[in-house]
T-cell receptor, first 110, second 115 residues
Framework: RKEVEQDPGPFNVPEGATVAFNCTYS??????FFWYRQDCRKEPKLLMS???SGNEDGRFTAQLNRASQYISLLIRDSKLSDSATYLC???????????FGQGTELSVKP | GAVVSQHPSRVICKSGTSVKIECRSL??????MFWYRQFPKQSLMLMAT?????????EQGVEKDKFLINHASLTLSTLTVTSAHPEDSSFYIC???????????FGSGTRLTVV
């Protein structure tokens, strides 16, 4: 079983749509959780950290369910510029090595 | 903010040659450097973790004699792919962590093609 598993993609959505990504992780001892975004042939960029209480940043909402070992990312009112691959990332401890999911590709169409 | 400069961004080399990739932290001291590899349509896979002045810790399945990592200073870490083969063609990327915080700063990546 992979340490971090994500929804298979790609997701093709029209502008303005709401899209949700899911992720599960296998190690219950994981402590830190993130969503990264990666554009084609570029380095990953931190989108947001994920906290137990859930957190929101503009159109992006992240949720964490430790009991189910499940992380989600919701994007509302999607823009063309949201097209990218979204990576679910966990770490066993703060500042430790990052474990990446395989990523989910999002394509937002006009 | 923190910046990591990674060079070269792209390199093509012949089979059997060695390639060195550099990552420099420009405005902070990188006490820890993580080196990743990413094959097309796959995720980033950690190859090794290095701490300044210490030997790198390699992940299972990564040959330490083939992927030489040096982290001799707090601002520079290098990855050398020795005796490169076509199957080593990949996107290599570093991620630096400073002494005072646990944030991760990624380099811009190196696309290696071995012909």
């Amino acid at each position: 079983r992979k340490e971090v598993e994500q929804d298979p993609g790609p997701f093709n959505v029209p502008e303005g749509a709401t899209v949700a990504f899911n992720c599960t992780y296998s190690n219950s001892a994981s402590q830190s959780f993130f969503w990264y975004r990666q554009d084609c042939r570029k380095e990953p960029k931190l989108l947001m950290s994920v906290y137990s209480s859930g957190n929101e940043d503009g159109r992006f909402t992240a949720q964490l369910n430790r009991a189910s070992q499940y992380i989600s990312l919701l994007i509302r009112d999607s823009k063309l510029s949201d097209s990218a691959t979204y990576l679910c990332v966990v770490s066993l401890n703060q500042g430790g090595k990052l474990i990446f999911g395989q990523g989910t590709e999002l394509s937002v169409k006009p | 903010g923190a910046v990591v400069s990674q060079h070269p961004s792209r390199v093509i080399c012949k089979s059997g040659t060695s390639v060195k990739i550099e990552c420099r932290s420009l405005d902070f001291q990188a006490t820890t450097m993580f080196w990743y590899r990413q094959f097309p349509k796959q995720s980033l896979m950690l190859m090794a973790t290095s701490n300044e002045g210490s030997k790198a810790t390699y992940e299972q399945g990564v040959e330490k004699d083939k992927f030489l990592i040096n982290h001799a200073s707090l601002t520079l870490s290098t990855l050398t792919v020795t005796s490169a083969h076509p199957e080593d063609s990949s996107f290599y990327i570093c991620s630096a962590q400073g002494q005072l915080n646990y944030g991760y700063t990624f380099g811009s990546g190196t696309r290696l093609t071995v012909v």
